[in-house]
């Protein structure tokens, strides 16, 4: 049983004029994200997984309509329809009303605890917040709603008044959590929720995630650089390199049948605990990242590749299905 | 039978700071109302000639400020190495003067920061900051350490490494300044190189790079010896012979790669593991993480440091706190499970 | 994770008991607010109207009123001279009296009749700290003076402050091109001539208290704004701020609960020192004649005369000194301040 979709990006650019003088000349940009297109399905976990300039916080950007807020400058080109209710609505046609309701929707948990909250406000405020922007509900009522999340993101109840500064960085992350869903989202969008915490605390706040999908039948967008979390938490997976997907498919097959090179070399950079007797083969990828700004022609990441031909110069590779559910972006495949 | 290049013994660095919280903790109580935060308290473990050593562990548990230590960088105040020997080639560096143990440094024992971007000097360009560290230690002219320092800058992989030095650190990409700055530590040929998270702020593929640079490195250099602070244990198995497990500020557990992978003996090391999304190259379904969280450093538990998270804890473990014993020849551990 | 045990203190808290734990800062604060309190009943310890007057059996208040002389029978025209008044019943020794405040001198009063000698006196008994060239008391000048002084740096502050914080977090919020054009407005506002300007009103109209005041704040709520605009341009790309936003909250509720607080630090910071700078500038103002018109109680007029011929003396040093004392006390209230909100100490341990 196929659950719907209930998030559907179609082809969705988007790029930042880049500023030389006082007015914008138009000529240079930062393509971050370029003709990006991902089906999310219903109560399910995507991993979308790259390193550094491949504009996946974009992305997440993108979904959760904060690119407006964040960089006014950006140019977004594509559509995202999104379900609720059985009824499919895009973001342009919403009116303020329902921009504001949209918030409901869809909530984002960032990557830096220590950032993510305002030094100033006590945590039991800061989780209030969201809930007093859409209901109008006394004291003891919203008190309450947030002790419930406390005690569901394994928080202890009295911790309602401290300050930021005053918890540990897996605990702010837990607060940011019950923030996100103080309003009952649908989908949570993680971009790099445990990047920045302790390894022993990653594991707490990943099984969190988990635990509160289940309860709460949530569909996940996971985002990170760390392949080896994006496969654990996710059931599929969509491999960026420099605002493009190169590889997407279902997790198990990625992990166990990666056919781009950059996933991998991905997949070979993952730090592995010592094996018996495994023929330890590297893929160590030469030559570093190439800027955002300067994108080699053609397939984008032919500088590093160590299957690339001259042809790969010459044609943008796109994204085709080789085989059941498993998309990829390469022509040497 | 290897020699010991680097022998601490009972090395104990502590922190006083404000006493925010309101409450004054008799306990490590200090005049001008500072408490103590002991950050290493009581380690000891060896480094061996050609050894590639790991230290592993995560905030607070004091990786880096024994690191610190070795090289004396631990400002004073509000820091103090308060005990201990540190033994290298023979002499205690902790009882050296400020001129003598500054001659060690960047010489015969050099180290490689977390943050690359903030490490070298923006205003100058790369080649120069090189050139730099080897005219303050050779007597050599320009051009000759300009000769030598291309020559490093080929050794860590720099691609054209002339058009590199002429450029300015901001031009430079992550891994890219990273190498730049293990040139600079290699530059003097030191004996020991300290590394310190040098991979955490780099991009997965970059740092398997830098992984594979150090491995090159070593097997360049014989003789020298490398520790390599991650909190990344998987990332030390890589490239380490030997790994050292810190928590709270004390040792868990001492053992060479394979024991600590196939064979760990301390229950937060055992924790660690299971917390890893992948072993033994499968993925997890689900993570068994360990409870709880580091302890506040200025309220310590009465006994073992580990015990409020152990899932294997007894009486013993909350009264008083174990020692490290020897349970073979290489492999150490500080817990009461295996004390005979 | 801190001890469980305590009170949660805000980071504005925690902030307070550091710069309480400054000694000095503190004390200062302590000292100089106690003051300043006390300046605004001055007149009931320095000042000519008596606290009170017992007279055929009545009980007057002249602190509180005034009274002609001829309520009391000492004289046909003008204001009762109570301290003559207190004289009189002491010699009549008819159970009426006069108590009159610790120290008997007004600041605006001409003491020529009461005066041995010269205008300019040096101190003596009576006049503690001498009297100025129009005879008046020096003493009781520099202590109303304090409060003018006080009072002008603290309200130019406050409201350049005001105008310079919402003009920085604006600009800071906007960015872009609308920032752009703003700094470069306020860098063009920046170069209007001070004194010369200073001059011209002040030739042209009478200045007062409101009209200094206005005079300063338009040239002085620039500064804060460069620091406020940093502040809030660091803080709106926090992730904080987008949370909130991606919450539902609305742009004016983000700005006023989330960015400005937080925005605040350099504000703080600087207020002391801007505080001292606004009285100097007062202070400098009444020097050269440009500022409070005469007969106001002004250390910087009193300065003016002492230095036209330094054989007065006393109308140089205790000026100069009661300057001093306050504007000391107001830098180490900035020191501690600033040390209270310095991140490197806050932080501990490395």
Request: charge should be neutral; aromatic fraction near 10%; proline fraction near 6%.
């Amino acid at each position: 049983m196929k659950s719907e979709n209930i998030i559907e990006i179609k082809n969705l650019s988007v790029s930042f004029p880049l500023r030389k003088g006082i007015f914008f000349s138009g000529d240079r940009e930062v393509k971050a994200v370029e003709d990006f297109s991902l089906n999310i399905r219903r109560g399910e976990t995507i991993g979308l997984v790259g390193e550094s300039g491949c504009g996946k916080s974009t992305v997440v950007k993108a979904v959760s309509n904060l690119i407006k807020f964040s960089a006014p400058e950006a140019k977004i080109k594509g559509q995202i329809n999104y379900f609720r209710d059985g009824c499919a609505f895009q973001l342009p046609e919403l009116k303020e009303r329902e921009l504001k309701e949209f918030r409901k929707y869809i909530q984002v948990v960032f990557q830096d605890p220590y950032s993510s909250l305002n030094p100033r406000m006590t945590i039991g405020r800061a989780i209030e917040e969201p809930i007093s922007n859409f209901e109008k509900i006394n004291k003891e009522e919203k008190r309450e709603r947030v002790n419930n999340l406390l005690e569901k993101t394994g928080l202890r109840k009295d911790l309602y008044g401290r300050y930021p500064h005053e918890l540990s960085g897996g605990q702010r992350q837990r607060v940011v959590i019950a923030r996100a869903l103080s309003v009952n989202p649908e989908v949570l969008v993680a971009d790099e929720p445990v990047s920045a915490l302790d390894v022993s605390i990653q594991a707490q706040i990943i099984n969190l995630l988990q635990d509160l999908q289940k309860e709460m039948n949530l569909t996940i967008l996971f985002v990170s650089h760390d392949l080896a979390v994006v496969e654990h938490i996710s059931s599929e997976i969509a491999v960026m390199y420099l605002g493009k997907i190169v590889e997407m498919g279902r997790s198990e097959e990625i992990f166990n049948k990666p056919e781009h090179p950059y996933t991998q070399a991905l997949l070979s950079a993952i730090p592995r605990p010592f094996i018996e007797g495994q023929a330890k083969e590297r893929i160590v990828l030469t030559g570093e990242i190439p800027s955002p700004v300067d994108k080699p022609s053609g397939c984008v990441f032919r500088t590093r590749c160590f299957l690339a031909g001259s042809e790969c110069a010459e044609i943008v590779p796109e994204l085709r299905e080789t085989t059941a559910g498993k998309y990829a972006a390469c022509i040497k495949l | 039978m290897r020699k010991k290049l680097l022998e601490i013994k009972n090395l104990t660095t502590s922190f006083f700071i404000d006493d925010d919280s309101g409450t004054n903790l008799s306990r490590n109580e200090h005049p001008e109302g500072k408490i103590k935060l002991k950050a290493v308290d009581d380690i000891s473990f060896s480094v061996y000639e050609g050894e590639i050593l790991g230290i592993a562990g995560e905030s607070g548990s004091g990786k880096t400020v024994t690191a610190y230590s070795i090289l004396r960088l631990i400002p004073e105040p509000p820091g103090k190495i308060e005990s201990g020997e540190i033994i290298f080639c023979g002499k205690d560096l902790l009882k050296l003067s400020r001129e003598e143990i500054a001659g060690y440094r960047g010489s015969e024992i050099s180290m490689i920061f977390q943050e690359p971007s903030s490490s070298l000097n923006p205003l100058l360009k790369a080649g120069l900051q090189v050139s730099e560290v080897i005219r303050t230690h050779f007597n050599l002219s320009k051009d000759e350490s300009y000769k030598k320092a291309l020559e490093l800058l080929r050794e860590t992989g720099i691609p054209e490494p002339e058009k590199r030095m002429n450029e300015y650190p901001y031009s430079l990409s992550g891994g890219m300044q990273q190498r730049i700055l293990i040139a600079i530590a290699l530059a003097c040929n030191p004996k020991l190189l300290i590394a310190d998270e040098p991979t955490t702020s780099l991009d997965a593929t970059i740092q398997m790079q830098i992984l594979q640079l150090l491995k090159n490195i070593k097997s360049k250099r014989t003789n020298a010896s490398i520790i390599l602070i991650s909190h990344n244990l998987a990332m030390l198995s890589e490239i380490c012979d030997k790994i050292i497990i810190m928590y709270a500020g004390k040792i868990c557990e001492i053992a060479d790669k394979k024991t600590m992978f196939t064979a760990p003996k301390h229950p937060y090391t055992v924790g660690l593991l299971n917390s890893l999304p992948m072993i033994d190259g499968r993925i997890k379904e689900r993570l068994n993480a360990i409870g709880g969280a580091v302890p506040d450093m200025l309220n310590l538990p009465q006994g073992c440091r580990f015990c409020t998270r152990c899932p294997d804890k007894f009486e013993k473990c909350e009264s008083s706190e174990p020692e490290l014993i020897g349970i073979s020849e290489e492999h150490f551990v500080s817990c009461y499970l295996y004390e005979k | 994770m801190m001890n469980e045990a305590n009170k949660s203190i805000s980071p504005l808290r925690k902030k307070w008991r550091k710069f309480k734990s400054i000694k000095r800062g503190y004390y200062s604060l302590q000292v100089l607010i106690f003051c300043y309190m006390l300046s605004f009943i001055l007149p009931l310890f320095a000042g000519k109207d008596a606290l009170v007057v017992k007279f055929n059996g009545q009980y007057y208040f002249p602190v509180l009123k005034y009274y002609p002389a001829s309520e009391f029978g000492i004289g046909s025209h003008g204001e009762a001279n109570y301290r003559y008044l207190k004289k009189e019943f002491e010699n009549r020794n008819s159970g009426d009296f006069v108590l009159m405040p610790v120290y008997p001198y007004g600041p605006l009063e001409n003491l020529l009749d009461e005066v041995n000698g010269v205008p300019p006196t040096p101190p003596s008994a009576e006049h503690v700290l001498g009297t100025d060239d129009r005879a008046r008391d020096v003493l009781s000048r520099l202590l109303y003076g304090f409060n003018t002084s006080l009072s002008f740096g603290i309200f130019v502050t406050l409201i350049s402050f005001l105008i310079g914080t919402a003009a920085g977090a604006v600009l800071g919020y906007k960015g872009g091109l609308f920032d752009s054009y703003g700094q470069r407005l306020i860098e063009i506002w920046s170069t209007l001539p001070f004194l010369f300007i200073v001059i011209i009103i002040s030739s042209l109209f009478q200045p007062d208290f409101i009209l200094l005041s206005v005079i300063l704040t338009i040239f002085g709520w620039m500064g804060i704004s460069y620091y406020v605009r940093a502040e809030v341009y660091r803080e709106k790309s926090l992730d904080y701020v987008l949370s909130s936003y991606s919450a539902g909250t609305g742009i004016t509720k983000i700005l006023f609960k989330h960015i400005i607080p937080n925005s605040l630090t350099p504000v703080l910071s600087f207020a002391p020192f801007a505080v001292a700078a606004n009285i100097m500038s007062l202070i400098s103002l009444d020097f050269l004649g440009f500022g409070l018109p005469p007969p106001e109680p002004s250390w910087g007029e009193m300065l003016s005369q002492g230095l036209r011929d330094m054989s007065r003396w006393w109308l140089v040093v205790f000026p100069l000194a009661v300057q001093f004392l306050t504007l000391l006390a107001i830098v180490f209230i900035g020191e501690g301040i600033r040390k209270a909100f310095d991140p490197k100490e806050n932080s501990g341990i490395i």
